[in-house]
T-cell receptor, first 114, second 114 residues
Framework: DQQVKQNSPSLSVQEGRISILNCDYT??????FLWYKKYPAEGPTFLIS?????DKNEDGRFTVFLNKSAKHLSLHIVPSQPGDSAVYFC?????????????FGTGTRLQVTL | KAGVTQTPRYLIKTRGQQVTLSCSPI?????VSWYQQTPGQGLQFLFE???????NKGNFPGRFSGRQFSNSRSEMNVSTLELGDSALYLC?????????????FGEGSRLTVL
């Protein structure tokens, strides 16, 4: 049972345009959401997060939106740059008090073209 | 400061063998968790250790085990290897084992089972 779903395995965007990566979840106990970026041969690196008490969090070119009623979140990258080409994982955490048990999606490979 | 270090980076085993993977967390981090990454499945939580105690466990068979030492270094062991155990095994550390703590991942140990 995939509790966190990233239905688009890949996405191609031109440099300078907006990249929108989507993520859906099914578990209403999730209250904290994160995005990780992964380059080949490297471990995932934390990108941005959002608590369920918010509906938007912004950090430079990256903005995460959370729609709790739809159980949907999205990551916007504006403007997209070639260095953003990577696999992006959406992750969610329940309110069990433990930091490390994240439930990850299957990832979306973003390619930013020139 | 040094990041999360995983050894070995690559290894090949045959079915039925066992394997031990090692993880050294970031200095000062006491929480270590392990994830398995396979194509199409994303990252799946294996277990989490904090202060030498297993605090959480994912849905993996008993062939998967782990431990944490007093210096916070952690090892995971997989016994009686199966072909399906071929994956990238990622270790992550965090400063605290409570909600809100950011995870820092190592580069992973890529296991191939023949």
């Amino acid at each position: 049972d995939q509790q966190v779903k990233q239905n688009s395995p890949s996405l191609s965007v031109q440099e300078g345009r907006i990249s929108i990566l989507n993520c859906d979840y099914t578990n209403s106990m999730f209250d904290y959401f994160l995005w990780y970026k992964k380059y080949p041969a490297e471990g995932p690196t934390f990108l941005i997060s959002i608590s369920s008490i918010k509906d938007k969090n912004e950090d430079g070119r990256f903005t995460v939106f959370l729609n709790k009623s739809a159980k949907h979140l999205s990551l916007h990258i504006v403007p997209s740059q070639p260095g953003d080409s990577a696999v992006y994982f959406c992750a969610a955490r329940g309110n069990t008090g433990t930091a490390s048990k994240l439930t990850f999606g299957t990832g979306t490979r973003l390619q930013v073209t020139l | 400061k040094a990041g999360v270090t995983q050894t070995p980076r690559y290894l090949i085993k045959t079915r039925g063998q066992q394997v031990t993977l090692s993880c050294s967390p970031i200095s000062g981090h006491r929480s270590v968790s392990w994830y398995q990454q396979t194509p199409g499945q994303g990252l799946q939580f294996l277990f989490e250790y904090f202060s030498e105690t297993q605090r959480n466990k994912g849905n993996f068979p008993g062939r998967f085990s782990g431990r944490q030492f007093s210096n916070s270094r952690s090892e995971m062991n997989v016994s009686t290897l199966e072909l399906g155990d071929s994956a990238l095994y990622l270790c992550a550390s965090s400063l605290v084992a409570m909600a809100g703590g950011e995870l820092f991942f190592g580069e992973g140990s890529r296991l191939t089972v023949l």
